[in-house]
Nanobody, 124 residues
Framework: QVQLVESGGGLVQAGGSLRLSCAAS????????MGWFRQAPGKEREFVAG????????HYSDSVKGRFTISRDNVRNTLDLQMNSLKVEDTAVYLC?????????????????WGQGTQVTVSS
């Protein structure tokens, strides 16, 4: 079993930064790749960033490239997302997810494990 718990969300002004963390417990080897998704009210869940757990290979959506950095800590078993230069359009519930696939996928359906989500609100 794999459990994911996000933390670090909050309210920040545009241009500011936030660091999200996803704590993984249980059978972590079942999640060969992990990613961050976000969902704003009335919108579809969208891929933000992902990482292959073993290799560290990362992938980012075009909208966050150069601003967000995804990383994993093998000792603490955490998945982190450093978000810089935040924009109002980044406002959403951010969810951590794990997939059995080794390669990072942008498709939500390929992720079998999900956290509860943490709210990120960027004000102007």
């Amino acid at each position: 079993q794999v459990q994911l718990v996000e933390s670090g969300g909050g309210l920040v002004q545009a241009g500011g930064s936030l660091r999200l963390s996803c704590a993984a417990s249980g059978r972590t080897f079942s999640s060969n790749s992990m990613g961050w998704f976000r969902q704003a009210p009335g919108k579809e869940r969208e891929f933000v960033a992902g990482i292959s757990w073993m290799s560290g290979t990362t992938h980012y959506s075009d909208s966050v490239k150069g601003r967000f950095t995804i990383s994993r800590d093998n000792v603490r078993n955490t998945l982190d997302l450093q978000m810089n230069s935040l924009k109002v359009e980044d406002t959403a519930v951010y969810l951590c997810a794990g997939s059995r696939a080794v390669a990072v996928s942008t498709i939500p359906g390929l992720y079998g494990y999900w956290g509860q989500g943490t709210q990120v609100t960027v004000s102007s």
